[in-house]
């Protein structure tokens, strides 16, 4: 999953992906995913998730941005 969050900060460092963004955009932005990492990838690499490498900023429910912004 190291290759997905190389590809979504990626896509925000390109102009691709805008912040904040939700899963749909991170869908269209960087294709070729299964459906559950694009439902659930976001979610689980949260501040404050206690558990996985925090990865995004939850700004409100469902909507993120890169922990450390550009």
Known sequence: MKKFATQIYDAVKAGKLE????????????????EKSYGVFLSKHAVG???????????RPGFYRLKIAD
């Open 49 to 59: 998730n206690g558990a996985n490498t925090e990865l995004f900023v939850r700004l």
């Open 19 to 34: 912040q904040p963004f939700d899963a749909a955009m991170v869908r269209r932005a960087c294709p070729g995913w299964s």
